[in-house]
């Protein structure tokens, strides 16, 4: 493990535990406590092992956890059969809204597929309805990656990118931009968060500090645009952005927003 890896897998471990113990809804066939089920022992701890506060993480990802668990219920209430969670880490939605007739796909990198597969089978999850995708967006072709793994590019698709653009340059952003819509069928969606600086900042600028005061330049966070810029890669690969005048949102830091955007195929 790299300093960056052990970074970031403190990230993914806390958004964890962010979603751990919340009154959050599921679905009947569903798990209440599916979230602890995956987190099982962890605690918040940084790269040290020293115990970390979770307090202003908690307040930055209430309304994400809303805004992406109420994703998935209204594709249910409208009959998705197809749910495709990019870059998922330990997200448990696909426990929580379990559905008969609805498969999930989690996407993410091979050490942590193999990581959350070792806990779901230890804590004796129900994974019928959800398979597991290991794959690097750096160097994979993600349509390709979903037709391997059983998805059905002829039915319509929920797909979720939650806290990942910004782990990708901006060339990956836009090739799995490109390759989700090749597998959307009419009727699909896209939810994701991008990470945004106002209109007239210089981006190189913004993710620099960022990097440098949140991670001492361990982290490269590499996609931190205007939010004009990130919607134009939307639209360039096929996405028909919905209501891209209304803002919806929390702030990350002073200068960037954490925004949620939907989009239709
Ligand atoms: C901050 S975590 C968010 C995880 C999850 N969406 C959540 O909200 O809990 C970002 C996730 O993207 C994954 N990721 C980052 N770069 C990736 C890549 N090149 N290929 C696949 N997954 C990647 C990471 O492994 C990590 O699990």
């Not at 391997?148 to 060339?171: C, M, N």
């Not at 945004?196 to 991670?215: K, P, Q, Y």
Request: glycine letters at 8%; one cysteine or more; proline letters at 4%.
């Amino acid at each position: 493990m790299t300093a960056e890896t052990d970074a970031i897998a403190v990230v993914r471990r806390s958004l964890a535990l962010c979603r751990a113990g919340k009154d959050r809804p599921h679905t009947a066939d569903g798990d209440a406590n599916s979230q602890e089920l995956i987190n099982q022992e962890w605690k918040p701890v940084d790269p040290d092992g020293e115990s970390m506060d979770l307090g202003i993480l908690l307040t930055m990802t209430g309304p994400r956890i809303e805004f992406f668990d109420e994703q998935v219920l209204n594709a249910i209430a409208g009959g998705i059969t197809q749910v495709v969670i990019c870059g998922a880490g330990f997200d448990d939605r696909a426990l929580r809204f379990r559905t008969p007739g609805l498969r999930f796909f989690d996407l993410d990198l091979p050490e942590v597929s193999a990581e959350k597969a070792r806990r779901l089978r230890s804590g004796g999850a129900d994974t019928s309805r959800l398979t597991l995708v290991p794959i690097d967006f750096r160097t994979d072709d993600v349509a390709a990656a979903l037709d391997v793994a059983g998805h059905d590019a002829s039915q319509p698709t929920l797909f979720l990118a939650e806290h990942l653009f910004v782990f990708l340059t901006k060339r990956d952003v836009i090739a799995l931009l490109a390759g989700l819509h090749r597998r959307a069928a009419a009727g699909s969606r896209l939810a994701a968060t991008l990470e945004s600086h106002a209109a007239g900042l210089d981006s190189d600028t913004v993710i620099a500090e960022f990097n440098r005061e949140f991670f001492g330049d361990i982290v490269a966070m590499p996609s931190i645009y205007s939010r004009s810029t990130f919607l134009t890669l939307f639209v360039d690969a096929g996405w028909a952005v919905e209501a891209p005048d209304v803002v919806r949102g929390v702030p990350h830091t002073d200068v960037i927003d954490t925004e949620f955007v939907s989009a239709i195929a």
